[in-house]
């Protein structure tokens, strides 16, 4: 299996600053990558496909990149609603496989 | 407009087989490359991607737990059935079915909110 990694596990940050998050495969996925945005007691949300798409609907400040086996999420201007929990999934081969999720704080 | 929504019971005891049923609405699983998961969040909060049926009954499942894993679909009904046997507290968690727009975007782009199973005696 993918071992997805996500490191670390809180960070923190100011609203109106602007923060990366990094995702790492243990072997080459190429850019088959999502990221999700998860809230207390809510589904995940997906944010980003195809490591660097925008799902439709999410806002332009979200932004991903990488390929192979390191990808970033950036989050531009943090607006209060961003504060939450992100993931990455790989499916580039069964199983597919999330990363244990970063959570973004109020700084 | 899609939505999803799992179903099941909140209590199960341990041996015993967990059903679990997602209903959806606003695509069919009858449409070519559709795809349809489940997975499911511990409370610790890590999510584990369990199985899948695609539109043309072509069956996936997690390594780890393929052996106690049966997915399955009633096209009539939208609906799709995951079977866990065996259950061990270890299974308490959130579960969740949510879709694949196609084989060809396999990210999960819409989710059902999730129902929380509880394996105890």
């Known amino acids: 299996d993918i071992q997805m990694t996500q490191s670390p596990s809180t960070l923190s940050a100011s609203v109106g600053g602007r923060v990366t998050i990094t995702c790492r495969a243990s072997?080459?996925?190429?850019?088959?990558l999502a990221w999700y945005q998860q809230k207390p007691g809510k589904a995940p949300k997906l944010l980003i496909y195809d490591a660097s798409s925008l799902e439709s609907g999410v806002p332009s400040r979200f932004s991903g990149s990488g390929s192979g086996t390191e990808f970033t999420l950036t989050i531009s201007s943090l607006q209060p609603d961003d504060f939450a929990t992100y993931y990455c999934?790989?499916?580039?081969?069964?199983?597919?496989?999330f990363g244990q999720g970063i959570k973004l704080e109020i700084k | 407009q899609v939505t999803l929504r799992e179903s099941g019971p909140a209590l199960v005891e341990p041996t015993q087989t967990l059903t679990l049923t997602c209903t959806f609405s606003g695509f069919s699983l009858s449409t070519r490359k559709m795809c349809v998961s489940w997975i499911r969040q511990t409370p610790g909060k890590a999510l584990e991607w369990l199985a899948r049926?695609?539109?043309?009954?072509?069956?996936y499942y997690s390594t780890s737990l393929k052996t106690r894993l049966t997915i399955s679909k009633d096209t009539s009904k939208n609906q799709v059935v995951l079977t866990v046997t065996n259950v061990d507290p270890v299974d308490t968690a959130t579960y969740y079915c949510?879709?694949?727009?196609?084989?060809?975007?396999?990210?999960?782009?819409?989710w059902g909110q999730g129902t929380l199973v509880t394996v105890s005696s």
């Open positions: 999934q790989q499916y580039s081969s069964l199983p597919y496989t």
């Open positions: 072997q080459s996925i190429s850019t088959w």
């Open positions: 949510a879709r694949s727009p196609s084989v060809n975007k396999l990210d999960f782009d819409y």
């Open positions: 049926i695609d539109w043309d009954n072509d069956k």
